[in-house]
Every structure is written in structure tokens, then in C-alpha cells.
């Protein structure tokens, strides 16, 4: 029983090296097609039309729905001090800097990370990889690389917007919801937010965006074993990329203060 | 008064570019509106379905698979241990040092810390993380197998034997996903409540009785984030099964069914949260 258990740990172990190492090695692989640079650009303006601005929508009502929450959640503290100029301030941080950002990280790996490792898992099960390698396309330049730069680049924009409609989301439910003002609200951002707390923010998911777009076409190009082999890349995808985007909060957060 | 023109079909113009007029465009809106009234619709079956077969295997003599719940729990709670602890732990950590920082920055008294961040975690935090991380595991997971399993035709195999679908598979998963999301969501708290109290101390210096006072948090905080904790671990299934059950198609559909399933899962979380959050708000009178 117990030998068992250890040598069931010592195999979860190794999974976990292993695929760490392939994704090392991927992103090895994707440096190495980008200096200097050697990818698709048809692929990579498709992908960054299909992975952001279709993304905006579910965004933006993530965003709006976290800035709302913030407010909400900060009203005892408001109701008690009766300083409504503090209402925007515990809002505004805290959806700046670490709600949204993670929020929205979150929303865009189930929504274009997950289906990216759909889309590569499929191409893999159905050896549309190799037939690509038999026509002298290196899957790495055509498929991968437009992939990552597009989720590295479309996960910092939507994040941007998304910030600006929490703000906007934080603004509409504290005059709906508390009965504090616009202006009192505005001015509440302007006088307690600094250009720093929303650039922390917009610095951090650059690294989720790598977290997101590495972990998701590693699983999508390892996929072994029909379609239950691709539902459980799926499943592992999120959940690595949902691990790695607490694993960076914390060391970047740590790393910029 | 003539009819108006017809509207113009969908043809690529000179530059390449799919025209569309505007006729089109209302077409499509109504028929994206349509998809989502029945995707609607059939996720409220899925709900209703799933509550059927509770009352139905509490019958005497219903038939049911022995074990099968155990063995979700074990999947959905047991096998999500690991994930909850370190996701929740390190989200604890990042909240209170930026906390720290801004309180020490602003207002230079630490003493509040703790306080306010105990309360924003049992009423809010604790469960909607939580079901956020439970969202993208279970949910994927659930998605995963019902999609395989549907695109395998193994559901018409056990609608042939005289089982539904819905009974023996998405049953057990919505009891042990209901249990097991509450379960979680007090000792993912509890993790997050930890994790930030050695943060505040260690980095800042915060002594461990002032930060865990318990002083903020009263008993409808509670009642607030477990009443959050059960909604989102009963939309949890409902949403995956109702997705992995919509697959068609191969390996392709099971990534489609598995993606939907993570996306409405963490929204459905959120949704209910901000909903859950306004409504306990303006039912207190704003005294949240």
C-alpha cells in the first residue's frame, strides 16, 4: 500500500517534469522561429482576428461583471466610514492590479487557449501535422508560432479594454446599486489610481498570455488517442494554464514591487 | 408603396471582401439570437433532467449504479485537492501583499488588513475562486468524458439498455460536484485566509492576532458564501454535462464541448456571483 503510494507520487512527478520540459522546449523551439523572424503572417493575422476580437464580448462582460463585484463588496467599508471618495479607490485597485487581470487571463484560457488545444489536438489525431511535415511546412513556423505571438498580443489589448469596462462597470453599479454619483466616482479614480496600478496590471498578463499560449499548444501537439485523448488535453490544458497564471501572479507581483 | 428590394445575398466585392448587406446582418443576429433561446432552453432540461433523476433514485427499487457517486466524490473532490490548495494559496499571498502595500502606502495602519480581508474572503472570495478553479477543472473534465462518450454513440448504447444518459452519468457528478464545491470552498478559504496572514507577517511585519480578526465577519457573510458555494457547484455540472451531451462530430466536437464547458462554467461563476452579491446587498438594505 504504501510502496504503492509512493510510486504513484514518483509517477506524477515525472508527468509534471515531463511535460514542463516539453513545454521548455517548445518555447525554445518558438524563440528560435522568431529571431529571426520565420512565421506565417496570413496565419498570424487570422489568428489574431479570431483570438481577440472575438474574444471582446465575453471580456468585456467579465470585466464588467468584476469591477461591479469590487464595488459591492467594498460598500460595508464605505456605508461604515461614510467616505464615498474611498469607494472608487478599494474598486479601482484592486480590479487594476490583480482581479482583472486574472479574471480576464482566465475567461481568455477557456475561450482561446482551450480551443486552441481543441483545434492543434484535432490536427494531431488526424495526422494533419505529419502531412504538413511531408510537405515541407514545419508545423512550428506555420501553426505554433502565429498562435503564440497572437494570444501574447490579443491577451494585453483585451486587457486593456477590459480594465477601462471594469472601471465603467464599477462606475454603473455604485450609481445604480449604492446611489453614489459619476463625478464623485471619477474623481474617486482620478485622485487614488496612478498610470502605475493599471501598468502593473497590463505587465502581468504579458506573462499569462505566455503561460495561456505555451501550455495550450504543447497539450494540443502531444494529444495521444482519438477523441477522449483530446478532451483530456483540454481538461489539462486549462488546468496547467489556470496553475501557471497563480504561479506568475505571485512571482511577478513579487518580482515589480 | 412597392416591397422592398430583396436583400442583397452575401458575394465577395472586387477587393476580395465578403459583402454583406444589411438584410444579412439581420438574418444573422436573429439567427444567433435563435441558437442561444435553444441552447437555453436545453440547458434548462439538462437542470430539470438532473433534478428528475435525484427523485428518481430516491424511489424504493429504483435502480441505481452502486458506488458511482463515491467514486465522482473522489474524482471531482479528492483529485482537486492539490490544484485548490496551491491555485487558492498563492491568490491568498498576491491579494494581501498588494493589500499591505497600499494600506502602508495610504492610510500606514496595518491593523485593518486582516479584518477586512477575513470578511471579503468568507462572503466572496473564498467561493468564487474556487469555483472559478472548479470551473476549468471539473468542468473541462465532466465535459471531456460525457463529450467522448456521446461522440463513441456509448449514450445510445445505454439509451438502448433502458438507461438514461442523464441518470447514470450526470446524477453522480452533480451530488458530488455539489458537496465537493462546498467542501472546497471552505478549506480553499481557509488556504487563501493562511496563506495571507504568514504573507502580512512575514513581509510586513503584521502580528498574526490582529490579522486574524474574526472581528468583520457576521453570520449572513457565511450564509452568503456557502448559499454562493452550492449555487456554483449545482451550475458547475449542469453546464458541462449540458455541453459534453451538445457534442457531435469527433475529436473535433469534444474540443468544441470541452472549451464551452470551461467558458460557461467561469461565467456562469461570476454571473451568479454578481447577481448572488447585489441581491443579498440590496436585500440587507446595503449593510452587506
Known sequence: MFARSVSALGARALTVARELGGIVILTGQVLRAL?????????????????????????????????????????????????????GWAAGYAVLRELGPILIALMFSGRVGANNTAELGTMTVTEQLDGLRALAIDPIQYLIVPRVLAMLIMLVCLTVIGDLVALLGAGLVAKAVLGIEWQVMYASFVDNLT??????????????????????????????????????????????????????????????? | MTAPPPAPAAGRGPAGRVVTGLGDRVTRIGAAGLDAGRAAIELWLVFVGVIAGLVRQRRAGARRAPGATVAQLHAIGNRSLLFIVVTLGFIGMVMIYQGCLQFSRSIGDLSQVGKQFIRLVVSDLGPTLTGLMLATRVGAGIAAEIGSMKVTEQLDALRMSGVLPIDYLLVPRFVAALIMTVVLSVLGGAIMIAAGGLTANLSFGVNPRTFFDLGAVMPRHLVLGLLKACCYGAAIPVVAGFCGLRARGSSEGVGWATTAAVVGGSFAVIALDFALSVGALSLLGGKL
Open chain 1, 35 to 87: 529571431f529571426p523572424p520565420r512565421l506565417d503572417g496570413h496565419e498570424l493575422v487570422y489568428n489574431l482576428h479570431r483570438m481577440g476580437n472575438r474574444s471582446v464580448p465575453i471580456v468585456a462582460l467579465t470585466a464588467f461583471f468584476a469591477g461591479g463585484l469590487m464595488v459591492v463588496q467594498s460598500a460595508p467599508m464605505v456605508k461604515n466610514l461614510g467616505a464615498t471618495s474611498l469607494a
Open chain 1, 195 to 257: 498610470p502605475a496600478d493599471f501598468l502593473h496590471g497590463v505587465y502581468k498578463s504579458i506573462g499569462f498570455g505566455a503561460a495561456i499560449a505555451l501550455s495550450s499548444c504543447y497539450f494540443g501537439v502531444t494529444v495521444r488517442g482519438g477523441a477522449v485523448g483530446v478532451g483530456r488535453a483540454v481538461n489539462a490544458a486549462v488546468v496547467a494554464a489556470a496553475v501557471s497564471i497563480m504561479l506568475l501572479d505571485f512571482f511577478l507581483t513579487y518580482v515589480s514591487a
